[in-house]
């Protein structure tokens, strides 16, 4: 996987997230500070990880990018548990 089609697939998960956050503000009765803080955590996210694919460490790439993926999916993980904690 390229590092465009990879950039792609981080921004489609941080939309989704987000998404999901403006419709827990829409559609339940959640304090927009709450979200707010959960969307600031996708966007750092997002910054974070498009940085890392932008400037990859030179030596063992292999390792770079399964350190890469897994900070994701755990981040992931973490924004998602924090969704869930809102409702």
Do not use: W
């Amino acid at each position: 996987m390229n590092k465009r089609k990879l950039k792609k697939g981080v921004n489609y998960i941080c939309t989704e997230l987000f998404a999901e956050c403006i419709a827990l503000v829409q559609y339940e009765n959640i304090s927009n500070e709450a979200v707010s803080n959960v969307m600031e955590s996708i966007l750092m996210m997002q910054a974070d990880i498009i940085s890392r694919i932008s400037h990859i460490e030179p030596g063992n790439t292999k390792q770079f990018f399964k350190k890469l993926h897994e900070d994701l999916a755990n981040k992931t993980n973490e924004i998602v548990d924090d969704i869930q904690a809102l409702v």
